[in-house]
């Protein structure tokens, strides 16, 4: 049987609670677990600041005499002080008789009569309470209460707190607890002192410290009922200034601010008797936002929907007021919060339950005056207090998200990374509310320090990520691009790209030194296709520094970045599958195998050749001029260029093309273009289903028609929900994952469709299985037909 020191209590403790904020959060949280009928008040009694006495201490051995020095200690004394803490404090100090006596009175005083006092008036606590609940640590009543809550499906908690280890929290705070309570049948006060500091023995037991309740005086009325806990020995310096200061930033945000003020948990702050007022947030300072995005989590039947709506009121130049609402069921919810590879179960969407937030954005050097708050200085300064994304239980507060230290959204971190509009931690005033019944899986750390790691809190943080990181931000520039021109940043694509060119010359590199003498004109082939290939990416990069002037700059530069960024990419895998294969034969005297090997090498090879004579027309040379061709020769190629691909993920291609050839007049690159991120995102969401339904058998279906020249493409993949069905053409709307989400394919493929008079629109025939869309129509005119 395992047996515990007394110091143990120590570490549960002061160790585990890491400000006085949360101290004062958990003894607060006992309150209205209580069901206190009046709110909580803390007191703070101090008579002598820790500081003045450490420096009187400190003259009492000089030169002046007795009676000078207690005069001198009486005048730091606070009047504002209770009049029987002054008193005592004073009598005790009138008793001292020599200097060495005056020092242990002080102490004494100091020990005893500053103090601070935290009282509920709610049901209180029996004898018996005291010594089978308030002493027992980790008493787990509350718990199966709280357990019991969520079988039955309550739509409230019982209890705030259910650890049972809250209580310890006042040692941080002090030395000596003194806890006086009552249950309202009680006749009188029932009583427990705690002198924190016999738990510091290192060599004692925990039951070797003797603590027991006792009967205490009267109660204050006959019916009266609560608790009060007084905290002496106080380990802090407290002083008026920082009471208040605590009390307008820390006690201010410890419940929910954005709560209408007569529903808010009342939590009284005493100053030596005087009140000293906590702040609600004004309404006009969110009124004044220039932006936000508020949202909801639902379960529907048992399946998430996630619902954000943006807006965008003052962006800094004329538009009108802009609004927009976007829904995710559970397949974009899969796809964007976990994706292919992600590292928890898409369980964990349904698991999570329900939440809402909220996050309001402000241009900080655009804040004016407002007249319910002052000048412009006034405006900023409160918009800088209430700034942070907090995060609410049940009303109250999870730290330590939402303090200016820590950035949970990682909003900072990406920030440095973004180009327009700047989506940093200290521009929004936000919320998020999460409950202890709907949400059982987002449990506190032990230490009060922020959510345990779990999958429900990976999806919590990728959702809020996913609608305040991206979505609200590319909504800002998808109004800005409308009502001010703006140049389009891709340096991250253009990274990206160089990225998967170093990553073909290394194993090219590996390769030459692997291989044998026998795959030398192989290893000098594939040398030679990226050598081509690199010089076609430095003309394209060209091109964009070229076209950076043009009006159809966007267009030109993502087609060449995302053109050059597939040819990389299938560069890089095919020379790192070579190595790969390559890799085994080291050491070996295989010829029969060798000869296999190079059957593959040179497969991939010429996967890529073709890949590169597809996208040849795509070329920005390519993309400027109108030519005749067979539309449905184009289709072919494309099919015969990402042959291996299908392959590889099991996909089958049905066609139902003219038996004539479709001879149309276009920019070929550009159709090419619109095929080739059709398949792209068809292959990404067959992949998303193959993974999470092992019988399923992926399918592409491509058609054609003639009079006017009209391509259907459709997938048996995710689908897209009809709500998204304008969305998905939206420059940077993209529900992939985070690695994969850029935002750009079908938006360049519908301006490549209308550069050529023609319409690419997602046909609004719900798919009978899915009841979500599948089918790409891309209509060119008439007189594109040859």
Partial sequence: MFRITARTVLELGSELISSDIIAFYELIKNGFDARTKAGVDVKFDIVLTRRAFLRLKGTIHGKASLPDLKKLIKDELLPTASEAAYGSFVDLIDEATTKQELTEKLDQAQRRFNTITVTDTGSGMSLEDLDRSFLVIGTPSRKKEVEAALARGDKSTPYLGEKGIGRLSAMRLGERLLVETARSTDKKLNRLEIDWTEFSNVDAMLDQIAVAPTKGGKKPSAEWSGTALTISDLVENWTEARVRDMADYEFARLTDPFANATTRPRIAIFWNGERIGIPIMSGALLDAAHARVSGAYELIDGAPVLTCTFEALDLGFEHPRERQTVKLT?????????????????????????????????????????????????????????????????????????????????????????????LNKTQFIGRVNISRIANPQLLDQTNREGLRETSEQYVLLEVLRYAVQDMLGKFMKDVERQYKHQKVDLSDAQAQVTKLEDRAKNAIRQLKRLTPSEGDDAIEELQQTLFEFSEFAARARQRIAEVEQESRQMIEMAGVGLMVEVVAHELARSSENALKALAHMKGRDVPDRLRSY???????????????????????????????????????????????????????????????????????????????????????????????????????????????????????????????????????????????????????????????????????????????????????PAGAQV
Wanted: charged share 35%.
């Fill in 330 to 422: 559970e397949e974009d919810l899969q796809a964007t919060i976990i994706g292919k590879d992600g590292p928890v179960e898409d369980s964990a969407l349904r698991t999570i339950g329900p939440f809402s937030f909220e996050a309001h954005w402000y241009n900080r050097r655009r804040l004016g005056a407002i007249d319910t708050i002052g000048e412009q200085k006034a405006v900023r300064e409160l918009q800088q207090k209430w700034s942070g994304i907090l995060l609410f239980r049940d009303r109250f507060r999870v730290f330590p998200y939402g303090e200016d230290e820590d950035d949970w959204l990682e909003l900072d971190r990406r920030a440095l990374r973004r180009s327009g509009y700047t």
């Fill in 598 to 780: 190079f059957n593959t090498l040179q497969a991939e090879m010429k996967s890529v050749s073709k890949r590169v004579r597809v996208l040849d027309p795509m070329s920005v040379s390519g993309r400027q001029r109108s030519e005749v061709f067979a539309l449905d020769e184009v289709i072919r190629d494309a099919i015969e260029a990402h042959h291996a691909q299908f392959k590889r993920h099991k996909i089958d291609v049905i066609t139902d093309l003219t038996t004539r050839p479709l001879r149309i007049r276009a920019v070929k690159g550009m159709i090419v273009q619109i095929i080739e991120n059709l398949i792209s995102n068809s292959v990404y969401w067959l992949d998303m289903r193959a993974e999470r339904e092992p019988s399923f058998k992926p399918k592409i279906s491509i058609s054609l028609e003639s009079d006017p020249p009209v391509m259907m493409f459709e997938d048996n993949g995710r689908g897209i929900a009809p709500e998204n069905r304008d969305q998905v053409f939206k420059m940077f709307f993209s529900l992939k994952d985070t690695r994969r989400r850029r935002g750009l394919g079908l938006y360049i493929a519908r301006e490549a469709a209308m550069h050529n008079g023609g319409t690419l629109e997602l046909d609004e025939e719900r798919d009978p299985e899915t009841g979500r869309l599948h089918k790409f129509v891309l209509e060119l």
